[in-house]
């Protein structure tokens, strides 16, 4: 079983729809979970950082973390045709380095 | 807001080639990071650093890469014999660290390397 999982899509949605990703992993020392966007030839952007399970909200972005399931997840709420990019997962153990998932491609059409 | 930054953006090099990648990290950051994404796979771990040392390394980061922080704030991957395979994407990172918590990584845009 890979570390991290995460369907490459590609997902295609209307502009103004719910956007949801997700990743499975299989290590439970993780406890860092990360959620970058990636525009065509440019660097892995931070959108969202949380510590553990739970839910953390930054604008129209929404993290959720269950540790129990070993499943995390990004809700894009409204979502715009610059939202079009690949998101990837990321996650750690404590003091130790991220491994990524396979990253999901998304296009919002106007 | 302080970035990551990596030169040079492309670099297209002959196979056999010895070729150098550098990256500027955040002034404060104190672990340092390289990764590879070959177009249209995953980011894929290679190195870490930390205290001028590696900390952890990848299957993929043999005898053929090192790294070095030749002063205080370059940070290079260097690939000897470059072989067409190692044509890639390769991003540096960079983090600041605290005793309490892991602070996430911020990344350059990368450089894009052609191998011939």
Redesign the interface.
Known sequence: QKEVEQDPGPLSVPEGAIVSLNCTYSNSAF??F?W?RQYS??????LM?T?SSGNKEDGRFTAQVDKSSKYISLFIRDSQPSDSATY?CAM?P??????????TRLTVKP | EPEVTQTPSHQVTQMGQEVILRCVPISNHLYFYWYRQILGQKVEFLVSFYNNEISEKSEIFDDQFSVERPDGSNFTLKIRSTKLEDSAMYFCASRPTTVTSNQPQHFGDGTRLSIL
């Open positions: 406890q860092y990360m970058y030839r440019k660097g892995p952007e931070l950082y510590y990837l750690s404590p003091n130790n380095d991220m491994r990524f998932g396979a990253g």
